[in-house]
């Protein structure tokens, strides 16, 4: 479960960016994380509720907004969503990594992110 081990990095890198401002508390965390992460959406939300425990961040609400993956084809250049396969094991898509209209190899464009987008704070 390496949602923990995200989680408690942004945590740590958001604590510490309050450092800079006079916040009291967080009212709201918005990540945006890629499909091609493999973090788990519960997975993440469970990790954030333990890990904010004392912190300023602690009953703050987590907004996980998902990022689709693009491509860019280095053969035809087309640029758009890639084709996915369901996974056997669950719910999850698996990215088919090559041109959807022409076969040819790609560059993934977007997709891969795990990044904090927006912190709603209460200043003190």
Known sequence: MHEVS???DLVSAILRELEKYNA?????VTLVIGDMTSLGEEQMSFAYEIVTKGTKLEGSKLVI???AVRALCLDCGYEGPVNNIQSDYDDHYIPILSCPKCGGRVK???GQT???KNLRIVEA
């Open 65 to 67: 907004e998902k990022e």
């Open 114 to 116: 795990c990044s904090v």
């Open 6 to 8: 995200v989680v408690s």
């Open 24 to 28: 009291q508390s967080v009212e709201e």
């Open 108 to 110: 993934v464009t977007a």
